[in-house]
């Protein structure tokens, strides 16, 4: 057999340190499939759906900060992974997306599994997106795909590519990331530093808001140095925009997750919002999100972000960490004039709603128990009802100890966390999951299992989905007047006899000691396991 175009692709995405390949295939990846054949440093990774590859392939680029490939098939595959795609958008996950589409010549025609418009599907949730023209292209675009996913700010990247395309006689040498990796940090002008020291220098009342990028960025320890520079409180962003820890909840510094009414953001004259999103709006606010007359400082990798709806005193476009070390030295040569004395940490914040003797477990006691059987390990967050209440609890010393979608695309979990576990195998992950979540991603059991990935899931199952049953509180309808909350009750699945059958060993628990237990008996094993814990169903929020 000659060589073929997809050989020269793959030949690429060796240079770029690809090993996998995530996928399920369909017809029009048969050129690629056989490539893989002869290849000893590439394999594919196997998925039952596009929505797991996807997910999968962004928990792995969240964990390292490389990108990984997703190869998607036609139209329907693309339409299933876009979901998850969305969420790789907002952690500015480096994942290149390679969708195979039907030969040239029956696109025009409305054949098979083809669409007239296939990048206007992804092109809202991707930095760049473009259908290769030629055969001779392919290993250029692929290459150049790689190059603009790993430019900060990082992300996903689409490329369209024909199935005839990729069976045509290799033509070219193919490119590869030689020549076409730099460092793309960057650094705000010396005139804007300034500005923002001379700001920070003159407050009484500092606050720092420590966002994801922080944590993806690897800017976590200069931010420490800033707070204790500066001897001013931090807090985690705003919890709807949070997508993994920018500071560590064990830091004495550390006072909390951003609230419009917690007291530090009430009592401050500045705000310091570094790579944080200023807001991730869930419903449109009916109360001041910034308090009067705030100083804000708003600094981001993402350029698109600062004042997207808030203005701010100072904007800083770039590098977390390098903007940090630049105001330690401005500051250095301007010391704060702010005496701020940390206030005391509370221990429990949260309004506690304990489980009774003998009655259903309820969500805190819940998330209690598995958040210390768990200290020390990966978190994966992906439980709708709870997650609030899980960001608070959860220990996270790093920036990769706590990760969530922040996209409200169900289902993210389950694939992220294998994605996760690969890209960090000497730690243990966990992957804690909403009933409701696990029935979105099911498909990622069948691959947990025949990878033999030992993650934990551990599922919430409160037999509803109660955020809906929230929503309707809200709303103060009828469905609150008498009680009644339809569209909520998914009831009648048994979770772990499901997992069970698809490989993945499932246990159902409906006590805290039966649930320490099994979390504690899962740790170390060499395969998938799955918990099921049974929770109160008339509980609609924690």
Known sequence: MKRTAADDLLDVLASWGVSKVFSCPGSTEAAILDALMDRDDMELFLTTHESAAVSIADGYSRATGAP?????????????????????????????????LKPRSIQSRAGFTTARRMRDFVHQYVKDDWQCLSSEAIAEDVNRAFRTAMIEPTG?????????????????????????????????????????????????????????????SGAIDDVIRLSETLRVPVLHEDRRALERPGFPTDHPNFRGQYEPAHPLVQGADLLVFLGARLFNEFEPPTSPQLPAGVKIIHSHTDARQIALIHGVDVGLVGDQGLIAQELLAALSERPPQHEFVLPEREADPAPRASTTDGGA??????????????????????????????????????????????????????????GIKMGLPQRRVAAILGDGVFQFGIPALWSAARQNIPVTYVVINNQRYAAVGAALQRYHGKAAERQVYPGTDIAGVNIAEVSSAFGVPGQRVDTLEDLRSAIDAADGVEHPVLIEVMTDTEQLRP
């Open 68 to 100: 990984s490939v997703v190869y998607l098939h036609a139209n329907g595959g693309l339409t299933n992974g876009l979901a998850n795609l969305a969420a790789a958008q907002l952690a500015y996950s480096p994942v290149v997306v390679l969708n195979g």
């Open 156 to 216: 996903p990247v689409w490329v369209g590519l024909s199935q005839d395309l990729l069976e045509s006689p290799s033509s070219a040498p193919a490119p590869g990331a030689d020549g076409f990796t730099f460092d793309s940090r960057t650094v705000p002008s010396a005139s804007a530093i300034r500005a923002a020291a001379d700001v920070i220098a003159q407050s009484r009342h500092p606050v720092i808001v420590a966002g994801s990028e922080v944590a993806r």
């Open 361 to 418: 477990l309820k969500a805190l006691d819940v998330v209690d128990t598995i958040t210390d059987a768990l200290r020390g390990a990966v978190i994966v967050g992906d439980a709708t009802t709870a997650g609030g209440v899980l960001q608070t609890r959860a220990h996270q010393h790093s920036g990769n100890d706590y990760f969530v979608s922040s996209s409200g695309s169900l289902g993210w979990g389950m694939g992220a966390a294998l």
